[in-house]
């Protein structure tokens, strides 16, 4: 299966700023995926990101909101903007891998918003 | 509209079995998956049911109903490291969109 890093692994932040997140997988996919996972909450799909397109987020999400951008089959980034507390969560990119449609998980991001 | 339904938590004897039973209703639907979730870290995939029936992968098993909207998760042999949370996601609404459940929490004891 593929080898799926994150950076930043956590952080702290300021309300009304933003912080971005990057997504690095070690071979080639087409379709990668950003998630959000509010403490004690299960996971929740924010956007699908596929090289070469705009990316297409889920009802409640916005692109304001939540940027990203997918540069290349290996690479993608998520942007929290104008943070707010209720934005404190574990964001995790996917990937789908392997003949049998296997969906695998980055190590995630927890972001704390004061 | 879309609905997972799954229970809360469990709990198990290690060296038991236990069953953790999730119903679903998605639109658009391909297959379900399962994945576990330990406190604290990332989801790990389990299994990926596309055909009725049973998939067994060691000591984990998965079966699915697509017309009963139906899957439940199979664990044998309980260790202590099984406990964990359970998520129920199927795909539906687009392909390799997942819905997640809450999620069962799993735990075994001595």
């Known amino acids: 299966s593929a080898v799926i890093s994150q950076k930043p692994s956590r952080d702290i932040c300021q309300r009304g700023t933003s912080l971005t997140i990057q997504c690095q997988v070690d071979s080639q996919v087409t379709m990668m995926f950003w998630y959000r996972q509010q403490p004690g909450q299960s996971l929740t799909l924010i956007a699908t990101a596929n090289q070469g397109s705009e990316a297409t987020y889920e009802s409640g999400f916005v692109i304001d909101k939540f940027p990203i951008s997918r540069p290349n089959l290996t690479f993608s980034t998520l942007t929290v903007s104008n943070m707010s507390p209720e934005d404190s969560s574990i964001y995790l990119c996917s990937l789908t891998s392997g003949g049998d449609n296997e969906q695998f998980f980055g190590p995630g991001t927890r972001l704390t918003v004061l | 509209g879309q609905n997972i339904d799954q229970p809360t938590e469990m709990t198990a004897t290690e060296g038991a079995i236990v069953q953790i039973n999730c119903t679903y209703q998605?639109?658009?639907?391909?297959?379900l998956f399962w994945y576990q979730q330990h406190a604290g870290e990332a989801p790990t995939f389990l299994s990926y049911?596309?055909?009725?029936g049973l998939e067994e992968k060691g000591r984990f098993s998965s079966f699915l109903s697509r017309s009963k909207g139906y899957s439940y998760l199979l664990l044998k042999e309980l260790q202590m490291k099984d406990s964990a949370s359970y998520l129920c996601a199927p795909e539906g609404g687009g392909y390799n969109k997942l819905i997640f459940g809450a999620g069962t929490r799993l735990a075994v004891h001595p």
């Open positions: 049911n596309v055909l009725d």
């Open positions: 998605t639109s658009g639907f391909n297959g």
